[in-house]
């Protein structure tokens, strides 16, 4: 089951993953492949069978409403390669 | 041909708990940029959520408010895209397994009510915000301000059951009522704690099959909201009339033109990539914590609306004003309870009153001694307004303040009769005329009296004495 | 004092003999620095190593020492992490270029606790980028060397904190384990590696690659050491959601407890299929022995939906990990790309740059079976296969207590050899994957040496929660067949 060249594209635009025509085709060989090998899935009847959606089948724990300040607003800036006085900074929207 | 519009309205409401709803930071509004931010709620790597119970008690009671069906079991779900003020670069919400479900509102609609239903309701958390930097769309930069990453947000989606902009307009006005009623989300369109967007399309009236749908966002009051559908009711309408098509699209309401507008940038079909939260296990609720919840849920508005027209006799209008506010509604059933005779002034004076009412400015017992003392015409309507003008300045107790400043009328007519007697004997040439067929003097005489009483006489009563005097 | 033999005591040997003064803790720092410092250019096990940092902990460990204060069991022993814990103030990778730069401003759960036991840090383990790989070859800063043999790989994803424990670089680490990362890197060094149930160790601050599979657990040159280590990194954290609030027993307790009766499952799932080396065969075979010998009993059992496990797991691993690594895009930390024209350039730009192929492989590959139209079709499906694998489980432990499975199909491979094809690379998790997706913890534990001399571990599983029960049969194995402490090369 090959991926198309366009399906690639596609979904490395969704992944905001730039690519090369060469890494297109490339990983969309390998793309291909890895698809095929999971096409086995399809071997098992699981109409009945309910998905593991969580690793774990206990109910979300919950916290109570206390404001508890991190503190610390440099550390959360400190790692910003752009930064323009108390926010991040990042290069416009540019319309297609 | 005559157009049937079908709108839907999605309202997205900011619960008012003290943190957010996936880390502690605070969720007040209004902080320095990025000050109410932690790792958790920046995306920081290896983070991780931890829900905020409130948070959920507060979408519970909004549910069983709006008679909604709670789920036992629901789903936190990640919506992924990528934009700068989405920290994780995914939105933690709820897709296929929603908190509650299937519920209605009842709006007041023309002679009647008419019930909006209610789809569903689920839990989320905002994203921050976005500004660009420098005021001219030459700006290179946007600077990303994540205080409001992760404040927890409900979306309510409507059934698409409203036909006209008015009932978009009311249901929202109840919705808000309702939420704020509870004491959930502080209902504020213009701060943005409670936001609407819409969904609009238009089919020739009797057809079954639903025109073409539009989506409009940027409305940022409910009169905006009345107004965008409006427009664009009339815009997909004529669209039609001229054979053209609607397009399924975005539209921004431009407040300042008065019209929405395309939002043109290609849309790329968003492909949230909806699955379930790992990092979330699934929401249980509980029959016990449901029935605990439905307890606190207080009289909603249209039970108190119908209960204070029915209880006091008043109007439908003059109970939705009140009912407006849930403080303004409770002040004036305080009022009436020391003072019940006479609801109408009553209320009217807790309208005309509100704002130093809601400022917590006033006492019931003030406005019960107003409407009282009027009614047994102890003061004048005007005497009463400068009253509990002084009452704001001074504090001092209305009573007090009546006596004080000497603003009783004398009402009693036979404590009149000796004024009315010493004005007639003064003005014998105007008794003679009056008696001869001059009505309008009667003006005259009542001026005289008022004067000789410095004000004191009520008004009606002396002409009564006179009346009675002149014959 | 023997300071030229300290790197080989075990990690509860250290800890006895700081405790009791014998050693100070510096010196023992030192000593281990120096080692590194010797080793590091052959074998490359860390991303950063704390030198200056380390001694002064150290220091400080010796001056509570002498006041009497003990912070925890480890007070004073060096030890690694791999570079996926957030240490505040200490750069943090993962392994790669997009965080290359990253000072977390925070500590991981595990770090806090490590700490909090007395240990000192002396460095961030090297790692298969974003913990996707079988080889630490996908790091951003270049493959760790197997000490055994440095023209091999030493597995992966934490290949830097297995060499580093078999090099005796470090008395033990902790590594992260999502489809046989602890696991599959200590059969091939020769040491012992756990992954606990999901949900005993916290998972806050442990950079994620897949939420619903990721675990933290120990590495460690024996059996004991790791059962120690996991009791100083187990335990409920309220930060983490999935944590589970079960007490923490005493693992340590559980090791020298006898095997008679214990029913020894063999998956026979595991045994077909032609991958599986003869010497593997042979050495598991050996450790089985050894468990029988001392009272076990060996039952056969059948994990029918084995063959399917790989497929599942990487279409979930992915799926989760796509959307775990959207957040690296260039806005509030890490690298960014320059010269870019707009937003979306700028993020499609920065994550070329910023990650690897392997990494981009499968941010696709998860983009791709999420996305409309397919996600029924391939996550939706591998998430309903994933119960079949987990019932299989809970049905085979209703007749064994653990079950004995190869690690690896074969010992170490060599640099290079697999990274041609994806798919081949990805079959050497085909014995520990299952495990990950059934949540249930696994252990593995040398047992032998092939022909060429490369260890070979032997695997236990057992059912959610039984740590103690691998740990008591693990102790089995290692008291029949004694592994060589520290890989033969000298620094």
Redesign the interface.
Do not use: W
């Given at each position: 089951m090959a991926i198309t060249r366009e399906e690639v594209l596609h979904v490395a635009r969704l992944a905001r993953l730039a690519m090369s025509d060469a890494e297109v085709e490339r990983i969309g060989g390998q793309l291909s492949t890895i698809l095929d090998y999971v096409k086995q899935l399809d071997r098992l009847d699981t109409r009945d069978v309910v998905p593991t959606s969580h690793a774990v089948e206990t109910g979300t724990p919950m916290r109570d409403d206390v404001v508890i300040p991190f503190g610390d607003r440099e550390a959360i800036l400190a790692n910003a390669p752009d930064r323009r006085g108390d926010c991040f900074r990042v290069p416009r929207i540019i319309e297609d | 041909m005559p157009f049937e519009a079908v709108i839907g309205l999605e309202v997205h409401a900011q619960l008012s708990t003290r943190s957010k709803i996936f880390c502690s930071c605070s969720a007040a509004f209004g902080a320095p940029p990025n000050e109410n931010t932690c790792p958790v709620c920046t995306g920081m790597p290896g983070v991780l959520p931890v829900l905020n119970r409130k948070a959920v008690e507060f979408t519970i009671r909004t549910a069983l408010a709006t008679s909604c069906t709670v789920q036992r079991r629901s789903v936190f779900a990640r919506k992924n895209y990528f934009y700068p003020d989405l920290p994780k670069a995914y939105q933690i919400s709820q897709y296929e397994l929603p908190i509650a479900l299937g519920g209605h509102i009842d709006i007041d609609a023309g002679n009647g009510t008419k019930r909006i239903g209610i789809t569903r309701i689920h839990m989320e958390e905002d994203a921050g915000k976005l500004v660009h930097e420098g005021e001219f769309s030459g700006a290179q930069a946007s600077l990303a301000d994540l205080n409001r990453c992760s404040v927890p947000l409900m979306e309510i989606v409507s059934e698409p059951d409203m036909t006209t902009p008015e009932e978009g307009g009311a249901y929202l006005r109840r919705l808000r009522d309702i939420l704020v009623y509870l004491g959930v989300c502080d209902g504020n369109m213009e701060e943005g704690s409670f936001r609407c967007d819409a969904n609009v399309s238009v089919r020739p009236s009797g057809v079954k099959e639903f025109g073409t749908k539009v989506e409009l966002k940027n409305m940022n009051s409910f009169r905006n909201v009345e107004k965008a559908l409006e427009y664009e009711i009339r815009r997909q309408s004529e669209a039609l009339e001229d054979g053209g098509q609607v397009v399924q699209e975005t539209r921004l309401w431009d407040a300042n033109e008065g019209r929405t507008v395309s939002m043109r940038r290609k849309e790329e079909a968003h492909d949230y990539r909806y699955f379930p939260d790992p990092d979330l296990l699934p929401l249980i609720i509980d029959e016990a914590w449901i029935e605990e919840l439905r307890k606190t849920i207080p009289e909603l508005p249209a039970e108190k609306i119908a209960r204070l027209e029915r209880q006091y006799g008043i109007s439908r209008y003059d109970a939705a004003l009140l009912a407006s506010d849930r403080a303004l509604a409770d002040f004036f059933e305080a009022s009436a309870a020391v003072f019940g005779g006479n609801p109408k002034t009553t209320a009217n004076e807790c309208i005309h009153w509100k704002d130093a009412v809601l400022a917590r400015k006033l006492s019931p017992e003030t406005i019960a001694h107003a409407v009282e003392d009027r009614e047994r015409g102890t003061v004048s309507a005007t005497a009463s307004k400068k009253l509990v003008e002084l009452v704001l300045s001074t504090g001092k107790p209305f009573r007090t303040l009546r006596d004080e400043q000497g603003l009783t009328q004398v009402s009693d007519a036979s404590a009149l009769d000796a004024v009315v007697e010493k004005v007639l004997a003064a003005s014998p040439k105007e008794v003679e005329s009056y008696r001869a067929g001059k009505a309008g003097l009667l003006s005259f005489f009542v001026g005289q009296v008022m004067k000789e009483s410095r004000g004191k006489a009520n008004p009606r009563v002396v002409q009564e004495v006179l009346k009675k005097k002149l014959g | 004092m023997a300071n030229g033999s300290a790197h080989t005591w075990t990690l509860l040997e250290a800890a006895r003999k700081v405790r009791e003064k014998e050693i100070s803790s510096q010196e023992l720092t030192r000593a281990l620095l120096d080692r590194i410092d010797a080793l590091e250019p052959k074998v490359h096990a860390h991303i950063t190593i704390l030198r200056e940092a380390a001694i002064a902990q150290a220091g400080e460990r010796d001056r509570e020492l002498a006041k009497g204060i003990e912070r925890g069991p480890l007070h004073g022993v060096p030890v690694g992490l791999k570079d996926i814990?957030?240490t505040r103030g200490v750069r943090?990778t993962?392994g790669s270029r997009i965080?290359h730069?990253?000072?977390?401003?925070?500590d991981?759960c595990v770090t806090e606790k490590i700490l909090a036991s007395g240990a000192v840090l002396l460095g961030k383990h090297n790692m298969d980028e974003f913990a996707m790989g079988s080889s630490t070859e996908t790091s951003f800063f270049g493959p760790t060397r197997n000490p055994w043999d440095l023209a091999r790989i030493p597995g992966g994803s934490s290949g830097g904190t297995a060499a580093a424990v078999a090099a005796a670089m470090c008395f033990a680490g902790v590594g992260t384990d999502t489809g046989g990362s602890i696991r599959q890197p200590a059969s091939l060094c020769g040491v012992v590696g756990m992954k606990p149930t999901?949900?005993r160790v916290s998972?806050?601050?442990?950079?994620?690659f897949?939420?619903?599979?990721d675990q933290a657990g120990p590495i460690a040159r024996t059996v004991s050491d790791a059962a120690a280590l996991l009791g100083v990194i187990a335990g409920h954290d309220?930060?983490?959601?999935?944590s589970?609030?079960l007490p923490v027993p005493d693992y340590l307790a559980a090791v020298r407890r006898p095997v008679r009766g214990l029913r020894v499952g063999l998956p026979k799932e595991y045994y077909e299929g032609g991958g599986l080396s003869p010497e593997v065969r042979e050495a598991v075979e050996k450790a089985l022995k050894a468990l029988t010998d001392q009272g076990a009993v060996a039952v056969d059992v059948s994990l029918p939906?084995t063959?399917?496990a790989?497929?599942?797991y990487?279409?979930i691993a992915p799926?989760?990990a796509?959307?775990n690594l959207?957040?690296y895009?260039?806005?509030?930390?890490?690298?960014?790309a320059e010269g870019?024209?707009?937003?979306?350039?700028?993020?499609?730009?920065t994550?070329?740059e910023g990650?690897g192929d392997e990494v981009?492989?499968r941010?696709?590959?998860g983009?791709?079976a999420?996305?409309?139209g397919y996600?029924e079709a391939?996550?939706?499906?591998?998430?309903?296969?994933?119960?079949?694998i987990?019932r299989d489980f809970t049905k085979a432990f209703e007749a064994a207590d653990v079950l004995l499975t190869p690690t690896a199909p074969t010992p170490a491979f060599r640099l290079g050899e697999k990274t041609g094809?994806?798919?081949t690379m990805y079959l050497s998790d085909i014995y520990t994957i299952p495990c990950n997706?059934a949540?249930i913890p696994g252990i593995s534990v040398p047992c032998g040496l092939s022909a060429t001399g490369l260890p070979i571990g032997a695997q236990l599983l057992s059912n959610h929660f039984r740590e103690e029960t691998l740990f008591t049969a693990a102790g089995a194995i290692e008291r029949a067949l004694p592994p060589p402490r520290t890989a033969p090369l000298e620094g």
């Open positions: - | - | 814990f957030c943090t993962c965080l730069n990253f000072d977390p401003p925070y991981a999901y949900g998972r806050y601050g442990m950079i994620a897949a939420s619903s599979l309220r930060r983490d959601s999935t589970l609030d939906h063959e399917y790989l497929a599942t990487y279409l799926a989760e796509s959307s959207a957040r895009d260039g806005v509030r930390y890490g690298h960014r870019a024209a707009g937003l979306i350039e700028m993020m499609s730009k994550r070329a990650f981009k492989r941010v696709m590959i983009t791709y999420l996305s409309a996600y391939y996550y939706g499906k591998a998430q309903k296969v994933r119960t079949l987990r094809d994806p798919l997706l949540g």
